[in-house]
């Protein structure tokens, strides 16, 4: 079993680290996902035999690395699941974009779904925002590490959005160029309330030091 990056954990939720090109939760491919690890690890914890419960309330893409919550009861998904549809979840990526944007902006397009997984902008597709700030540029290497916040959550819509103005995801080997590094994205901040106690609770974690985050000072 890898060894989870926990940041937090009470009886009725747990927040990780999902790695980059780890599913969420399992698909066809029969991979191991988030979802499997966390069901191990408790079982292993608490001596649960059987079928654990944990309930997924948000996913991040499979090359997409970052902080993610599990609930552990029924009661707790229901509510976290509330938090997230009714946009009362602060959740922030870090991305490095090609060239160089408006010091920050909003943009708002209409995102399609496709049957082969892509996403396109399109007429038919459904309202997409998001807005982002530029935190450095590096001349050299032509390229723009943001802070990004969605204020829908399409699928691809950060990547998308960006790749369709110029400005691909750097590693995006879907909407970018075609290359061996991993994209850039990750889920680095994430702040809501506790489904049963009502604390808010905040997490801040930056992605690995390797790659092209290499090119700022995180």
Not at 38 to 56: A, D, M, T
Not at 146 to 152: A, F, G, H, M, R
Request: aromatic fraction near 10%; hydrophobic fraction near 35%.
């Amino acid at each position: 079993m890898s060894k989870l990056n926990i940041l937090y954990e009470d009886n009725h939720i747990i927040v990780v680290i999902k790695p980059a090109n780890i599913l969420s939760q399992g698909d066809n491919t029969g991979d191991s996902s988030m979802i499997e690890m966390i069901k191990e690890y408790l079982k292993e914890k608490y001596h649960k035999p059987g079928n654990v419960y944990l309930g997924l309330v948000h996913r991040l893409d499979r090359p997409v690395g970052g902080i993610m919550v599990f609930a552990k009861t029924s009661k707790a998904a229901a509510r976290l699941s509330k938090s997230f549809l009714n946009h009362q979840v602060d959740k922030r990526y870090l991305a490095i974009i090609h060239g160089r944007m408006e010091p920050e902006g909003r943009l708002v397009d209409s995102i399609e779904k496709m049957s082969n997984g892509n996403s396109i902008i399109s007429e038919n597709g459904k309202e997409s925002i998001l807005t982002y700030k530029e935190l450095e540029y590096n001349k050299n290497k032509n390229c723009s590490l943001i802070e990004v916040k969605l204020e829908t959550g399409r699928h691809h819509q950060i990547r998308v959005q960006f790749a369709s103005r110029g400005h691909y995801l750097l590693g995006d080997q879907r909407y970018g160029v075609e290359d061996r590094e991993q994209i850039c994205l990750f889920c680095y901040y994430l702040a809501f309330e506790h489904p049963v106690t009502h604390e808010v609770l905040e997490f801040k974690e930056k992605p690995e030091n390797k790659g092209y985050w290499t090119f700022f000072t995180l």
